[in-house]
Each structure stands twice: as C-alpha cells, then as structure tokens.
C-alpha cells in the first residue's frame, strides 16, 4: 500500500461502506477506479483481524452465526415416533 491511508478512508471502511472509501481513495490519491477499489480491498482484509470476528464474516452487528440443527431436528423426529409408538400402544 502506498502510504498511510486518510483517517476518513479507514474510518468509512471500517463502517463497511466501501464506496465511500473508493471515492475517498480517489479523491486524496488522485488514483483510478481499478487502483482504489485495490486499496479499499486490501485494507480492509487488513483490518478484517481488528473487527469481531462475526464482521470479518459478514454478519451484522448482534446476528449469531448459525449452527447446523440438523442433530436437534434428528432427536425431535426421534422423540415424536418415540411418542407415537407409546401412544399406539397404550390404546
């Protein structure tokens, strides 16, 4: 990268607005488009270890990361035939 990026420019892309950093980027460097969207995206995998690591996956702030339910639908399905067969035999 060549030089220290603008505060501005770290501060949008650590907001997530890209655009406005790429812009920026222009503005300041006096870079073109290809060369801007460059920086902006090696920046921001640069700063990518600084935010949690739900961002750096491209959740939003608060969203949990989903786990695979399949084994909780597997001991429901196995818990409802379990009753089903009870009930069968109890009438």
Request: net charge positive.
């Amino acid at each position: 990268m060549p030089g220290p990026l603008p505060y501005d420019v770290r501060a949008a892309l650590a907001a997530g607005r890209t655009l406005d950093a790429i812009k920026l980027l222009r503005q300041t460097k006096g870079v073109g488009l290809k060369e801007a969207k460059a920086l902006a995206d090696e920046a921001r995998r640069a700063l990518a270890p600084q935010r949690g690591q739900a961002e750096a996956e491209g959740l939003s702030p608060g969203e949990v990361p989903r786990r695979g339910g399949k084994l909780l639908a597997a001991v429901v399905v196995l818990a409802l035939f379990g009753l089903a067969a009870w009930w069968a035999g109890a009438v």
